[in-house]
């Protein structure tokens, strides 16, 4: 199974409780994946500040050692925000390294996400303590996506949860099973791609990164991914300044989208959306097998 | 005189155990579905039930006799094994909308997606919209009626069953061929209008069905399947 969850804000009316209206939608995803739970939240951003989420699972370290030596390593000014077992750092220096330097230097953490918009969260676990433990109602922005795990490829692991990330300020989420990403995990670390775990979700991540990397924009990326990925799914991709929705051709994967004057909601099962303001005015329709839906505020 | 469930205060069971529990006649009224799943499923006793607002999975699932009506949507699964009875939804429909239905009556007013139909086995089905990819597949008996167009792969392995579109059709799916509308069709597609209350000229209708050349394996189909063998390919 799996919930996906995705709400874009087009005005401003419900963004300072864009935290609020994910975590009720979130709840009503909870029996489609109790094992985990994750989400990412777009907020506008801060004048340019790259921000690098990043996870020491289970633990609390002292951060002040690491954010020193990246600022080091950026020559530029970073600073560090720490909520739970996640930390978010925050520089005018480049993301990318950034991340890379994450990575390369401080060992047993996960960089989670990047980007000037993006903060990301996840943790196994009920949806509902996942959601309590990271303030998710706190946060206010132009767009979340969140997801519930029932993992069935891999293991019941943090870091094998969702979002996961594919570039700046981009992420996805998955309900399904990928049936070839054994193949294209290599396929892509021959590209340069890396893998963190054995998790088919990750793969189509790192496809989609690829594609992106390579010039690709959102929609000619997914386009080609329905050539080369196998199996089911549904997919939420977060991008910078929106959403982005993809169904298999064979579609046994569920997914509804509702749109008012305010907002555009999906997710795996109407009860999610059920829950938003002024739904009784929304249009309801359920996403076309293999068609590419975007939502952006630039449009 | 009808019993009101409002699901903000009744739980589902509830609504569900009264159902059960009515008698020829009740009737009922639902407000606040807000997409619970289950809502108004294995009625035996001829009821009326009002559902008011969106449903999520099996709405009316394994119904029998009574009507249920849907003001709104429904998700996967309405009306899945309907025996009799008639269930109506004024707004669409997700995926497998009344599957594997042995007898009864299901109106989709809206669109249906993907396998409207699926191992149908009786039920008479009408969709005032369109039906999603592979509606019908693997049908048995009964009518699909579609006022709109069928997505591809309509009827796909189709045993038995009537196929009714009005609009275009994207691909028949495998075994799944037009038929000749005879008089006897236009005499049922009539009175299936009527029954779901929506309004169409029948001549308007093309009619698909079976050709029925997967009942069996054919023998002559032999060469080609060691041919295949032998180049390693699967059949």
Redesign the interface.
Known sequence: MCGIVGLFLKTEKYRPELGRLTKVMLH?MRDRGPDSAGFAIYDGGTDGLTRITVLAEGQRPDWGPTRDALSTALGDEVKVRPIEDHAVFETSGDGRIARQWIIDNVPNVDVLSYGEQIELYKSVGDPDLVASRYDLASFSGTHAIAHTRMATESAVTTNGSHPFVTGADTCLVHNGSLSNHNGLRARLEQQGESFQTENDTEVAAGYLSWRLREGDTIDAALQQALVDLDGFYTFAIGIRDGFAILRDP???K?A?VAETDDWVAMSS???????LPDVQHAT???P??ARIYTWSLAA | MSVTFDLETASLRELNRALHAANDGDAFVVKNV????AVAAGITADVTVEVDG?V??YAAGMHQRGTVRIDG?A??GLAENIMSGAVHIT??A??SAAASGHGGLVVIGGNS??RCGISMKGVDIVVGGNV??MSAFMAQAGNLIVLGDAAADLGDSIYEADIFVRGTVESLGSDCVEKELRPEHVETVTQLLAAAALDANVADFSRYGSARQLYNFHVDDIDAEIAAAKNGAST
């Open positions: 009503e064979i579609a046994c569920p509804v099962e109407y009860r999610a959306i059920a829950q309801v329709s359920e076309e097998p | 807000r997409g619970a799943h969106s999520g999975y949507n998700s996967t707004g669409n997700t995926m997606g993907a999603g990819h």
